[in-house]
C-alpha cells in the first residue's frame, strides 16, 4: 500500500511526457545564476507551462536539431529547469550546485531507463541507476533515504516481500520523486509547472545573434 506521498508520484509518473524529461532541481540566488550556469545564449523568454514546452521541443527534435527550450519554475532557494528533448541543466549539473546543491533526474520511458544526480558544492557526490548501481557516496543524503528501497536492491525492503530485481521502472520514478521532496522540501505537481518562464536558446543553425549596435536578446530573467 502507497504512502500519501507515494500515491501522490504514483499519479504523477502517469502523464505522458514525464518519463522523457530531464528536470533539474538546484539551489541559487537569482534566474540569473541559473541561467548563467547553463552557459547559454538567450534569445528570447515567454511565458509557457509544460505542454508548450513539449510542443516547441518536439518540433526541434522533428528538425534534427537539439532541444532549445527550457522550462524554469521558482520556488526560492530551489529553482527548477524542465527540458523535453535537452538536457543542458544535467551538463552544467556541478556548475548549479556551486553555491549548494542540485539534484537532477533524467531517463527514457520508451527506452526503460532513468537516472538520479545529486551534486553538492561544485561535484557531482553520487548517482542512481535504474536497473544498475549506485555509484558515489550517499552520505550527504542518507538520512533522506529510509524505506526508498525501489532506488536500488541495497534499499530491498525484505520485510513487505520485495526483493532485487523485481521493481519496475515506475517504482524506481516515484521513490527518486520522493527523495528529491525529501531533500528540497517542494512538493512536484504539473500545477507547479503552469505559466512559467520558457528560455528558447540560441542553437547550431540559427541566425547569428545580433551585435551590439543592433537589437539585443533580452537579459535572463525578461519575459516578453
Not at 194 to 203: D, I, S
Amino acid at each position: 500500500m502507497f504512502t500519501d506521498i507515494e500515491a501522490h508520484y504514483a499519479d504523477l509518473v502517469k502523464y505522458d511526457h514525464l518519463g522523457e524529461l530531464c528536470m533539474t532541481w538546484c539551489r541559487a540566488a537569482s534566474v540569473d545564476r541559473v541561467i548563467g550556469a547553463l552557459d547559454v545564449d538567450v534569445v528570447e523568454v515567454t511565458v509557457g507551462d509544460l505542454q508548450t514546452l513539449v510542443i516547441e521541443s518536439y518540433a526541434d527534435l522533428e528538425a534534427g536539431r537539439l532541444g532549445r527550450f527550457l522550462l524554469l519554475a521558482e520556488e526560492p532557494p530551489w529553482y527548477l529547469t524542465v527540458e523535453y528533448t535537452g538536457d543542458r541543466a544535467h551538463t552544467a549539473l556541478e556548475r548549479l550546485s556551486s553555491g549548494g546543491e542540485a539534484i537532477c533526474l533524467t531517463g527514457s520511458q520508451m527506452l526503460y531507463r532513468g537516472r538520479l544526480y545529486y551534486a553538492r558544492e561544485g561535484r557531482t557526490r553520487c548517482v542512481f541507476d535504474y536497473g544498475g548501481d549506485i555509484w558515489g557516496d550517499t552520505a550527504p543524503i542518507e538520512e533522506h533515504l529510509d524505506g526508498l528501497f525501489n532506488l536500488h536492491e541495497r534499499y530491498a525492503d525484505i520485510d513487505r516481500g520485495l526483493v532485487p530485481g523485481e521493481q519496475l521502472l515506475d517504482d524506481w520514478r516515484i521513490h527518486a520523486f520522493v527523495l528529491i521532496e525529501r531533500i528540497t522540501g517542494i512538493r512536484l505537481s504539473l500545477e507547479l509547472l503552469r505559466e512559467k518562464p520558457l528560455y528558447r536558446f540560441w542553437g547550431w543553425g540559427d541566425p547569428p545573434l545580433k551585435s551590439d549596435d543592433g537589437p539585443q536578446s533580452p537579459a535572463p530573467g525578461t519575459v516578453r
